[in-house]
């Protein structure tokens, strides 16, 4: 089975599937989406804590900062659109001691100069207010967060693709990467596609992606494992939200 597009993206995450969302709101191009793994956001998109942040931490002015804030926007905005259930409930930053307590204030500072607004400073009898079960000396309360399923909105996306004609490919592993005439020949064990352009949305194989296209990147990808645990019945009225420490 061969296929030929002006643009392919290698990897069928969120990344991937905003990639080739933008890209189609501004070419005419053919596009497809691959992803080796049976299902699209089976890695990291699928594996998270489903938080849209506002935008607290980062630096005012820097790069992040704004494409934190411009993103948040846009991604709310999609959900709004395509019908996909997301809550903006806030979150809570405890401050366990004096010590903690400056560093959250000077967090509740970057905030406001990344533009958050709505942003409170709580005493502990406003916090326990929220949460009843929070211990500290002071909070501070960021009214922009929000929570939502990624992989939900990974399916939209395919789904919003595949209406705008393009390629949503699941299990198609590519093995070799090759230059010919027309560009790139992507093998896999089910099928070929040719390729104008490449984006390599690989995550945490996006360094090998680069390697198979004869890139050799400076750097290497380690990944580290983490752990979520879920309360039981009988403890899931400890927590209403979201609860952060303010060590970040």
């Not at 019908?83 to 967090?107: M, Y």
């Not at 939502?148 to 949503?168: I, P, T």
């Not at 309360?231 to 060590?247: C, E, F, K, M």
Request: with cysteine; charged share 20%.
């Amino acid at each position: 089975m061969s296929a030929q597009y002006d643009v392919t993206i290698v990897g069928g995450g969120i990344v991937g599937l905003a990639t080739a969302l933008a890209l189609s709101e501004r070419t005419r191009c053919a596009l497809a989406v691959l992803e080796r793994e049976p299902t699209l956001a089976a890695h990291q998109t699928g594996r998270n804590s489903g938080v849209i942040h506002a935008g607290l931490y980062y630096a005012p002015g820097s790069l992040k900062a704004r494409l934190c804030a411009a993103g948040r926007e846009l991604l709310f905005r999609f959900c709004q659109n395509h019908g996909v259930p997301f809550e903006r409930c806030g979150k809570l930053i405890v401050a366990a001691d004096e010590e903690e307590a400056i560093r959250l204030r000077a967090l509740a500072e970057r905030g406001q100069a990344n533009g958050l607004v709505g942003l409170r400073i709580l005493t502990p009898g406003e916090m326990r207010a929220l949460e009843p079960h929070v211990a500290g000396v002071v909070g501070l309360s960021v009214p922009q967060t929000a929570i939502v399923d990624f992989s939900a909105v990974a399916q939209k996306m395919a789904a919003a693709l595949r209406d705008l004609g393009h390629e949503v490919r699941t299990g198609f592993h590519a093995r070799r990467v090759e230059r010919d005439a027309h560009g790139l020949r992507l093998s896999a064990p089910g099928g070929i596609v040719h390729t104008r352009f490449l984006v390599n949305c690989g995550g945490l194989w996006s360094d090998r992606i680069a390697r198979l296209c004869g890139v050799r990147p400076p750097v290497r990808i380690v990944p580290f494992r983490g752990e979520y645990f879920e309360l039981g019945p009988q403890a899931r009225d400890l927590v209403r939200n979201l609860i952060y420490t303010s060590r970040g």
